[in-house]
């Protein structure tokens, strides 16, 4: 099986007629290799055979829906976060963005009160505002997308600890299950769905839907094209007319709406929160990303590369666990794929920037 890929040899110089461009063929093997989630898919692979081969009950239907219950919370961040690293940034306060909005509705929810619907509904719009200034203070101060929600997230960390300790006594909020709406929120957000012996977990339904949306996005649209020059290049994308703030503005956006829908589903399920919870997690979402074949540069990744970084994860959590090792070398097994993932994202780039000449 071979792609038909264009040739980089210019067609002859004639003003009355140019010739189309010859076409060449490219063989499966060779296009496989230049694209950027290939990589993920083979190391997910790897993972999936070594645990599988090491414990029994990493096959086994809890085994399975444990592994895909861990990688769907890392998935859903990480599908938004490749997205706006393709642009050309970052954003560190996505992992606390969890906690807030779980936060926020579940004061809303429980200690006055509310509704849980409404309770959503006002987390919602604190997500969306908050993705909205930092999308905002990066394009009117120019400064790094890295220094600006380094500062939101240390911000969002002492309203979340102040505010909870403030109203509650303490820095944990429960008891949603008490609250109006309760039952048809979690269906949404907390449920469970058997396929044979495997349940899966509303928020592994999440994941895959946000993937595939996401994935046409980027692939079959304009706003995803939009993406790409932005990563790109700001300034060159300007010069051809996209709007390269508000494309900015937008992927912010949507990196906290995809932790508004992690923190609904957590508090939801778990019917608490801590104040303090998330942290830290955001690095685990862009090693996810970066895995998935996204550049640190910009310009560059895939949102399926990303949900198959964040299901290396989960696998490699969980396998770990099954197997009974110290939890303590999950974080060895992060700092590895890191590196490896730079490096090999970084060869395809350039064998990918050679096939293009």
Request: a positive charge; one cysteine or more; aromatic letters at 10%.
């Amino acid at each position: 099986m071979t792609v038909v890929a264009q040739s980089s040899e210019s067609a002859p110089n004639r003003p009355e007629q140019r010739e189309p461009r010859p076409q060449r063929r490219v063989p499966v093997w060779q296009w496989l290799a230049l694209r950027p989630e290939t990589a993920a898919a083979l190391g997910a692979a790897a993972v999936f055979v070594f645990f599988s081969v090491v414990t029994g009950q990493f096959l086994s239907p809890l085994g399975v829906s444990t592994w895909l219950d861990d990688a769907s919370s890392i998935g859903i961040m990480a599908v938004a976060v490749a997205l706006l690293m393709i642009g050309g940034e970052f954003d560190l306060s996505a992992g606390v963005m969890t906690a807030s909005t779980a936060l926020v509705t579940a004061l809303l929810a429980v200690n006055a009160g509310w509704n849980v619907w409404p309770a959503l509904g006002v987390s919602l719009v604190f997500a969306l505002g908050v993705g909205a200034l930092n999308g905002w203070l990066v394009i009117r101060t120019g400064l790094p997308s890295f220094i600006v929600t380094l500062g939101t997230f240390l911000a969002l960390q002492g309203v979340n600890l102040g505010v909870t300790r403030w109203i509650t006594g303490t820095v944990q909020v429960s008891g949603i299950s008490s609250a109006h709406g309760y039952t048809s929120a979690g269906a949404v957000f907390a449920s469970t769905t058997s396929i044979g012996d495997t349940q899966l977990k509303a928020s592994t339904v999440w994941w895959i839907v946000l993937t595939v949306i996401a994935a046409l996005v980027l692939t079959h649209t304009r706003f995803g094209n939009w993406i790409f020059a932005v990563g790109g290049s700001n300034a060159s994308a300007r010069a051809v007319g996209v709007p390269a703030a508000r494309t900015k503005i937008l992927l912010f956006m949507t990196t906290t709406f995809a932790g508004w829908v992690v923190g609904a589903g957590n508090i939801l399920r778990f019917d608490s929160v801590q104040a303090s919870q998330g942290i830290g997690l955001e690095f685990q979402y862009i090693v996810a990303a970066v895995v998935g074949g996204c550049l640190l540069t910009g310009g560059s990744g895939s949102v399926v590369g990303a949900a198959i970084g964040a299901l290396t994860f989960g696998m490699a959590q969980q396998g770990i666990v099954f197997a009974r090792w110290n939890s303590d070398w999950f974080e060895l097994f992060l700092g590895i794929l890191l590196l490896s993932a730079v490096l090999v994202n970084t060869a395809f780039s350039k064998r990918a920037e050679r096939a293009r000449r």
